[in-house]
């Protein structure tokens, strides 16, 4: 409805039929990448499930003995070392058919353990050596004046810090993924 509204817009604006056909081309170049990743990334899901890769690495995990708090560590650092080298969307489609299961057998909030898992991606991308969300801040930082990667990294280092806080009181507290203020009536 979004795009439709957004074409009536346009045309009503003045948009000409070469340049309606020009944002449709432009959609499509970048929505093709998307939607070939989502594709793939149903198709790995499916593979897990059939295979039974997802099933054997679940139970690989809850008999280790680590408990629901072991557990739910080494997911965290799973998802930091991957969040060093590679993007979020990625980790998450890799991740999230292997690890949801496991924390609906662990009896984890799935609000709580979604919310965890994508603060703990993000802090991924700003941990070093790799921190991808960093060096794309110093790419652009460089244009407005000459910046070190270790400044950048001193910036965010607050932002990551605050980001894992929330991840151990998610943690701690998982009702606060869910926690909506009451509204006020008058």
Do not use: H
């Amino acid at each position: 409805m979004g795009a439709l509204i957004a074409l009536i817009v346009g045309i009503a604006k003045g948009m000409r039929a070469r340049q309606v056909y020009g944002s449709i081309l432009a959609v499509g170049r970048s929505a093709a990448p998307l939607m070939a990743i989502v594709f793939a990334a149903q198709i790995y899901s499916r593979t897990l499930a059939l295979s039974g890769i997802g099933a054997a690495i679940e139970s690989m995990l809850l008999d280790t003995g680590l408990g629901t708090w072991g557990i739910v560590i080494v997911m965290v650092v799973i998802w930091m070392l991957l969040g060093m080298v590679i993007d979020s969307v990625s980790i998450m489609l890799l991740t999230v058919p292997i690890f949801y299961p496991i924390a609906v057998n662990l009896q984890i909030d799935p609000m709580a353990f979604a919310i965890t898992g994508i603060l703990v991606v993000e802090a991924g991308l700003l941990t070093p050596p790799f921190g991808v969300l960093v060096l794309a801040v110093k790419a652009v930082a460089n244009y407005i004046s000459p910046t070190t990667l270790g400044a950048v990294f001193r910036g965010a280092t607050p932002m990551w810090a605050m980001l894992l806080a929330v991840c151990v009181l998610l943690a701690v507290e998982p009702q606060i993924a869910t926690l909506l203020p009451s509204p006020i009536l008058y």
